[in-house]
């Protein structure tokens, strides 16, 4: 479940194994893999087919990049959350 700052929410469901962009700045980039999963709920009574968020990767560009730079030589600092 998605709860956002304005008070709403909302359920995604991902593709098994594909990776989303789940946040975009300028500089910064939070992207996600979804899997699927089958599992129940309320003791066994309801059986769900969803997806669940596995990993979480960041993307940031730290310093200065002149904009004359390859864009390999600045792509930033990558790390995977989890």
Do not use: M, W
């Not at 792509?75 to 989890?82: D, T, V, Y």
């Amino acid at each position: 479940h998605l709860h956002f700052a304005s008070g709403g929410r909302a359920d995604f469901r991902g593709h098994n194994g594909t990776l989303y962009n789940f946040f975009s700045a300028p500089d910064l980039s939070l992207n996600i893999l979804t899997e699927d999963a089958t599992f129940t709920l309320h003791g066994g009574r309801l059986l769900v087919n969803g997806s669940f968020i596995t990993e979480a990767y960041v993307v940031a560009r730290v310093g200065d990049c002149p904009s004359q730079s390859p864009a390999s030589k600045c792509a930033g600092a990558r790390r995977k959350l989890f």
